[in-house]
């Protein structure tokens, strides 16, 4: 005869097994989605800073035709990005770093640009990297293209 007693136990404890490992798997997305989100829109309250702090040099290129931002301090920007979301540099790429030490996130070099012909609107992308990690290890990266744009336009 076998005894059955504790067979139960077991099986409650697969299935719990089972649900927290889903629990976690949703939390880990939700924070990288939250990460992601935070750091879009710091990106994107920089950007329109800088944006207005060199609009004027920006529309008097586009009344003499040069529809470039060469005149523009582009390290100006990336400057006050790193200040801003406390970032590091090391490469091409700035680190964002937890209270641990572990990177939150990197982002590659942001490119500024025109997105319309002789137009004030301004386009800044990167891309993104959030390590997923699970136990302390890193088992997969996201990879996000990131995209913000800021315009001034005329109230007319």
Do not use: W
Not at 66 to 79: E, I, Q
Not at 105 to 114: D, L, Q, W
Not at 141 to 152: G, K, W
Request: net charge negative.
């Amino acid at each position: 005869m076998r005894n059955k007693k504790g067979e139960i136990y077991v099986t409650v404890c697969v299935f719990m097994l089972i649900i927290f490992m889903i629990f976690s798997a949703v939390f880990t997305f939700a924070s990288a989605i939250s990460l992601i989100k935070v750091q879009e829109s710091n990106t994107e309250i920089v950007f329109d800073s800088f944006v207005a702090n060199n609009s004027i040099l920006i529309f008097n290129n586009i009344k003499m035709g040069k529809n470039a931002t060469d005149h523009v301090n582009t390290a100006n920007y990336t400057h006050m990005l790193t200040e801003f979301c406390s970032l590091s540099k090391n490469g091409a790429r700035y680190y964002s770093y937890d209270d641990e030490g572990h990177e939150k996130f990197n982002i590659t070099e942001p490119v500024i640009g025109f997105l319309e012909e002789n137009q004030l609107e301004l386009v800044v992308t990167y891309t993104m990297s959030v390590p997923i990690r699970f136990s302390g290890l890193t088992v997969a990266t996201a990879v996000i293209p990131v995209r913000i744009t800021s315009e001034l336009r005329s109230k007319n």
